[in-house]
């Protein structure tokens, strides 16, 4: 062990809630004040119907002043009718839970800030009109929930470097460079639910590890049975947050299972096989994973099947994407490559490398369990996350991922004093960028259309369905010698605007300060020091109160 380092050091306490409060303030600096899609306003819904009414059922978003259903039940986004014809969000339920707290507060403080807050930003992800105090309760959700989500995942990122490494000050680091300088930070202005499920699947890779560590004893075996009841638990949290977390389930159990068989044939372990283990985290998940499909297919009335009642796209659940296409995208797309969007990683895959020999089998536990998880986001059909900042859906590998950093951290030569120092202000950066604008606004702004009755300035929505737009077109040569357009895969067409993918001038890179010029700024403080948002609670620009 490091000399001065000793994880259990008296100040260990005072050190952690240092550390959380540094995420949790320093995520509050980017905040935004307000839902930026109608799926965050949908779970908004389904938490404010649990404080208020203590159930699910909530009012979709297509409705008119008066409640009354603007287009036909099956049509709703989102949502789907229950038996009785009450509504339902399709998204899974522990989330909004959870945030029930949070709405009775907002309720408590109300009467002193919502008359301040509302109108500096729009209220909702729908630009609907709403009065001071429902404003107020979306700004409290989602200015709090997930900047308390990473203050958390900061502590587990910390214990896991603590374990891989004997060295507490390579913890910090780690949660540090991860916090700052990936899209965990701009993340936290949101109120999407990968943060949360990424941390219950960061603690049972956590448990796991430590599961792995218990030394032989007869208190062992009672100390292990805790322990995958608690692997078991925090997945089948997972999985009630949201329904790709079932990947991450599978690809931490198997690398489980693996390292533990690999192992006792090296020798390194030895004793019983610890089947009641397997079986106590495994019927968890599974149980989980069956009592959610059938609380579904009770609600929704639907028989009985995987992911019922999702019906986000018409198509429903679906693994479309070429997986090549779909790796290069979440990679290196400059529109959602994950290392263009979260320069902390490099230093997360340099670190990696350093892993003492004795130790690598950590890696399998913290790293390779999460390749299934990632190999289904870049299958799914929309694997770019759709409007938000950066690749959405692999928010939940940045932690465990980040965890490598730590290593860097053990021996500081000048050569990594200077490679961290780098990174990091080009993370933190980046971070900052991201926060300018609201993704909603900037596919909004910078993608009209004709049919909008305005100006246009980059694309045209039909080429979803008629072919790719003219900026983004294949020719080929006839023996003719004419040029006719050659059709291209829908596997190429994950996004409603593929220039923002593909097309680096067309991307949030080019757009946000073109946006910022216009007067837009989604970054609330920034705002409150240079002046209000183009967008008001009455809707966008050029648009008059009712």
Known sequence: MTKGTNPRGGNGVLACVLLAAAVFFGHLILMSGHLMSPDEELLFRTAESLATKGHLAIQPIEVDGEGNLLVRPDQTFATVPDKDGAFHAQYLPLQPLLAVPLVRLADLTAPVFAEWFTGTLPNTAVHERKPPADSWRRGVVVMLFNPLVAALT????????????????????????????????????????????????LLACERILTWFLISPGPESARRRAVLSVQIGGTLAAAIWTRMDSPFIALGLGLCMLGTDLFMRRRGARSGVFPFADYAIAGALVAGSFIALNVFNAWRFDLPFAPFGGYGDQSEGVKFSTDPLVGLHGVLFSPGKGLFYFSPGLLLALWGWTCVPKEKRWVTVIVLLSWLPFTLAMALWQNWDGGWCWGPRHLVQIHAPLMVGTGLLFTHLSSVRRIAIGVVAGIGIGVQFFGALQSPMDFYHEMFRTPADGEYYRVAYRPFEVQGMSPFFDVYARTPQTNYQPVPVSPALMPAPMVESLYVPQHTQWAGYPAMFKMGYCDWWLLARLVGPSEITEYGLPGESAP
């Open 154 to 201: 900061a502590l587990v990122i910390l214990r896991l470097v603590t374990l891989l490494t004997e060295n507490r000050r390579a913890g910090f680091g780690a949660a540090l460079l991860w916090a700052f300088t990936t899209v965990a930070w701009p993340h936290s202005r949101t109120w999407f639910t990968e943060p949360l499920a990424g941390l219950f699947g």
